[in-house]
């Protein structure tokens, strides 16, 4: 495989996920990050890192990105960095196209999104949704005790999943993803969340979201990666196992007990009357992903194998502090 790929966040759970998926998919692979220390572990993993303390910097970067058939950004939204990453890879496209006279040399952009720009989805009386509903995002409020860094504007994300889609011209071919959300290997922000956090449950207790494996978000980024652009430009595909929905007092439950926690679950009221974003409901469909790349999300289930993603994500954490 000659082509080459670039990934912005590639230190993230996400973006190194994709990152070790696209090498093992024989890809070159570029891993944009911001802080040194994570370059070993990119380089160990056969990952060029580019280290940029500000990713806005484009000049630097501009002809490593220029040799990049594939540019994915892993941050995700960030309503000052997303736009600059997406005029970066324009620009690029317009370089490797010539200004769009040789179109067949345009670059894929993929964007990172996620399935809470769906809002609550109950209103489709909990069925799973496709990409053809509408997002319900609105304003969200955070969670007692989280930080306003917590709140990602889905109304917002929403709007920039619709810029990049509408960027898609002769010289750029652009693509959004929304993950489920992911676990397995060191885990994400709801592990570090849930495993760190009282035991506690506030609202509903029946809510359901879609999971999926990290290494299995990373296929669905090499299947998406191989497929025709002709199938992929201007399309959203969600990325989430199928039947992997556990309830919300389910998954609390189940990884307090891989956790040995002694203290039952305390159930709260929810307070206020608009709820946070964990007061939904996020199902989503994963259909056009398996039906038109060919993805087939192969874990079993996170609940299902909870002790095997506790003692990982036990064993990164303590690598981590060891390293500190
Ligand atoms: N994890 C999930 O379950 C999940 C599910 C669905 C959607 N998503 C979405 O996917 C995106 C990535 O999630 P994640 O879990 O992979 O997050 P993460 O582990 O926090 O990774 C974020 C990556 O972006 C980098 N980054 C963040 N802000 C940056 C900035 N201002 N400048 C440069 N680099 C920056 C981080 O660098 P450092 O390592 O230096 O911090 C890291 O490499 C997010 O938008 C999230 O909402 C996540």
């Known amino acids: ?86 005029e970066a890879a324009l620009r690029t496209g317009k370089k490797r196209t010539n200004d769009g006279k040789i179109p067949h040399y345009a670059p894929l952009f993929v964007f990172t999104s996620g399935i809470m720009t769906y809002g609550d989805t109950s209103a489709t009386g909990r069925r799973p949704v496709d990409e053809v509903i509408k997002p319900q995002s609105r304003p969200t409020k955070p969670r007692p005790g989280a930080s306003a860094s917590d709140v990602t504007n889905m109304k917002e994300r929403e709007d920039f999943e619709n810029q990049v889609l509408a960027s898609s011209c002769a010289s750029l071919k652009t693509t959004v993803i929304r993950p489920g959300f992911v676990y397995g290997g060191q885990g994400g922000f709801v592990a570090d969340l849930f495993y760190n956090e009282p035991l506690v449950i506030q609202g509903r207790r029946d809510m359901r979201w879609s999971w999926v494996h990290v290494d299995d978000l990373a296929e669905g980024y090499v299947a998406l990666v191989r497929a025709p652009r002709s199938v992929v430009d201007g399309e959203l595909y969600n990325l989430a196992a199928p039947n992997d929905n556990p309830t919300y007092e ?37 259909a056009k992903a398996m039906n038109e790349l060919g993805w087939r999300p192969r874990h079993v289930g996170f609940v299902e194998e909870i002790d095997t993603y506790y003692k990982s994500w036990a064993a990164h954490k303590a690598a981590q502090s060891a390293a500190k």
């Open 1 to 86: 495989m000659s082509s080459s790929v670039f990934i912005y966040g590639a230190s993230g759970y996400i973006g190194l996920g994709v990152a070790l998926g696209m090498r093992r998919a024989g890809y070159r692979v570029y891993g944009m990050i911001r802080n040194e220390k994570h370059s070993a572990t990119l380089i160990q993993n056969e990952i060029e890192p580019i280290v940029a303390s500000s990713f806005e910097d484009a000049e630097k970067i501009a002809d490593i990105l220029a040799s990049c058939s594939i540019i994915i950004d892993a941050v995700g939204f960030n309503e000052k960095l997303s736009p600059k990453i997406l």
């Open 250 to 286: 389910e998954l609390r439950t189940a990884m307090a007990k891989a956790q040995g926690r002694k203290e039952k679950i305390e159930y709260k009221a929810a307070d206020g009357d608009t709820p946070s974003r964990w007061d939904t409901d996020s199902i989503i469909n994963p």
